[in-house]
């Protein structure tokens, strides 16, 4: 159960910290709205499957929520590339995502590559 904690823990540290970038940003990011909703989406799917029963039904929640993780990350990304977000920051919340894709695919019985 102490993965359980770990990746809920990583998931709402990700969405908490976006949603601070968010409100900080001058000039505002790029896909604001998709950005907020796609990092929220992280933790409030892990929470979702956790309340299924293991197997497909909880894998399909963990499938949306590795989406959601992969969107953020694209996100992120492009805003970093337009230069409205520090290397510092970005590269802090790519690898915070990149954990949790991988312990995403793990819960799911997946190795596929991740980043």
Do not use: C
């Not at 968010?22 to 896909?31: F, W």
């Amino acid at each position: 159960m102490s993965n359980d904690f770990r990746l809920m823990d990583a998931a709402r540290l990700v969405a908490d910290e976006v949603q601070q970038l968010l409100e900080r940003a001058r000039p505002p990011l790029i896909h604001q709205k998709q950005l907020s909703e796609a990092s929220q989406s992280i933790p409030a799917n892990v929470r979702e499957a956790y309340g299924r029963r293991a197997g497909r039904e909880r894998n399909q929640y963990f499938r949306v929520a590795r989406s959601s993780t992969e969107e953020t990350d694209e996100h992120l990304r492009a805003n970093y590339a337009a230069r409205r977000i520090p290397a510092k920051v970005f590269w802090a919340l790519h690898n915070r995502l990149t954990v949790i894709l991988r312990m995403l695919n793990r819960l799911m019985g997946e190795d596929r590559e991740t980043g």
